[in-house]
């Protein structure tokens, strides 16, 4: 019997099937937090539905592709992104496009010769440190409003102890989510978070925060609790774990009715932990520490904040700056 030369199998270079293989390794390999990878997964999404418009060809073939192909598309979502948006759409399509050169999809990345956008330098908004103290109170406040005086409202305790939590540590909602019992150390005044990467920190939180989380977990966790709770720290109204856009809800409602200028949200509490730490007199490394961010570039968008501070402050009180 004659011997048989073995056949090698082509690459799949389907845009679909590459899609699929890529997020694969986003998920389980570089583990990206599941927010990335579905803004990833709906960035390529959008960059599907315009092939099939623009360029059917190309979703058979990814070598059909290239940097005009590209660049037609950004031109196309120019007037429907912000630059922020663009920004992730071509990071997404960079790491998808050098993915599949690495993969032995193509030879050559279409997105390498493509230019970034400059990035808008636009600095944290913080709500002011009596708009966080109004919006710390708020809850309870509505709770009696509400008609709660007499009993506990759960959910009104719980959206305090979320509230102390996000601005006294500096949580992203994600984190805060994703929180169990055994995260959280009262006595010992400090969380344990898993951040973006998969990363573990550990940040320290105050007395009021402290008894926020305990009032929560003495008077109201166990009214709401169920078979689905498990160990999730932070419950919904049914018992299973909060999920973030309920708490983002809750939270710009709590921000209306104490009178905040603008909407409130998870990160502007984030920000305004960081803010109001670097105008304390608090050390930019530790901040980027309690915040978990990777880079140091990153935590120093907080110093423009203090400048523009410093410089109002200025403005006032210096006698050859004012002009009254």
Same mark, same amino acid.
């Given at each position: 019997?004659?011997?048989?030369?073995?056949?090698?199998?082509?690459?799949?270079?389907?845009?679909?099937?590459?899609?699929?293989?890529?997020?694969?390794?986003?998920?389980?390999?570089?583990?990206?937090?599941?927010?990335?990878?579905?803004?990833?997964?709906?960035?390529?999404?959008?960059?599907?539905?315009?092939?099939?418009?623009?360029?059917?060809?190309?979703?058979?073939?990814?070598?059909?592709?290239?940097?005009?192909?590209?660049?037609?598309?950004?031109?196309?979502?120019?007037?429907?992104?912000?630059?922020?948006?663009?920004?992730?759409?071509?990071?997404?399509?960079?790491?998808?496009?050098?993915?599949?050169?690495?993969?032995?999809?193509?030879?050559?990345?279409?997105?390498?010769?493509?230019?970034?956008?400059?990035?808008?330098?636009?600095?944290?908004?913080?709500?002011?440190?009596?708009?966080?103290?109004?919006?710390?109170?708020?809850?309870?406040?509505?709770?009696?409003?509400?008609?709660?005086?007499?009993?506990?409202?759960?959910?009104?305790?719980?959206?305090?102890?979320?509230?102390?939590?996000?601005?006294?540590?500096?949580?992203?909602?994600?984190?805060?989510?994703?929180?169990?019992?055994?995260?959280?150390?009262?006595?010992?005044?400090?969380?344990?978070?898993?951040?973006?990467?998969?990363?573990?920190?550990?940040?320290?939180?105050?007395?009021?925060?402290?008894?926020?989380?305990?009032?929560?977990?003495?008077?109201?966790?166990?009214?709401?609790?169920?078979?689905?709770?498990?160990?999730?720290?932070?419950?919904?109204?049914?018992?299973? =774990? /909060?999920?973030?856009?309920? !708490? $983002?809800?809750?939270? &710009?409602? *709590?921000?209306? @009715?104490? #009178? +905040?200028?603008? =909407? /409130?949200?998870?990160?502007? !509490? $984030?920000?305004?932990? &960081?803010? *109001?730490?670097? @105008?304390? #007199? +608090?050390?930019? =490394?530790?901040?980027?520490?309690? !915040?978990?961010?990777?880079?140091?570039?990153?935590?120093?968008?907080?110093?423009?904040?203090?400048?523009?501070?410093?410089?109002?402050?200025?403005?006032?009180?210096?006698?050859?700056?004012?002009?009254?």
């Amino acid at each position: 019997m004659d011997d048989v030369a073995p056949t090698t199998q082509p690459p799949d270079r389907t845009f679909d099937s590459a899609v699929s293989a890529w997020l694969g390794h986003q998920r389980h390999v570089r583990r990206l937090s599941t927010h990335t990878e579905r803004a990833y997964e709906g960035d390529l999404a959008v960059f599907r539905a315009f092939l099939v418009d623009k360029a059917p060809k190309a979703l058979a073939d990814l070598r059909r592709i290239d940097l005009y192909t590209l660049r037609a598309f950004l031109a196309a979502r120019h007037h429907h992104d912000a630059t922020t948006s663009t920004l992730r759409r071509l990071s997404a399509l960079r790491g998808f496009f050098t993915w599949c050169r690495v993969s032995g999809h193509i030879e050559q990345s279409p997105a390498d010769l493509i230019e970034s956008p400059k990035r808008p330098k636009a600095l944290p908004r913080a709500v002011s440190v009596d708009e966080a103290f109004a919006l710390c109170a708020q809850p309870a406040a509505g709770s009696k409003a509400g008609g709660h005086s007499r009993g506990i409202d759960p959910m009104a305790v719980r959206d305090t102890a979320v509230i102390e939590l996000l601005y006294g540590a500096g949580l992203r909602i994600s984190e805060l989510c994703g929180l169990d019992l055994n995260d959280v150390d009262i006595a010992g005044r400090s969380v344990r978070v898993l951040g973006k990467g998969k990363k573990q920190r550990v940040v320290p939180f105050h007395d009021v925060c402290a008894l926020a989380l305990q009032g929560w977990l003495d008077e109201a966790r166990e009214q709401v609790a169920g078979p689905h709770s498990a160990q999730a720290f932070f419950l919904g109204a049914r018992g299973k =774990r /909060v999920i973030d856009s309920e !708490l $983002r809800r809750r939270l &710009a409602k *709590h921000g209306v @009715e104490a #009178g +905040a200028r603008a =909407r /409130v949200h998870p990160h502007k !509490l $984030r920000h305004s932990f &960081a803010t *109001h730490l670097l @105008e304390g #007199g +608090a050390d930019l =490394r530790g901040i980027q520490e309690l !915040l978990g961010h990777a880079s140091l570039s990153t935590t120093q968008r907080y110093t423009h904040v203090d400048v523009a501070r410093l410089t109002r402050v200025y403005d006032l009180a210096h006698p050859r700056a004012r002009t009254d």
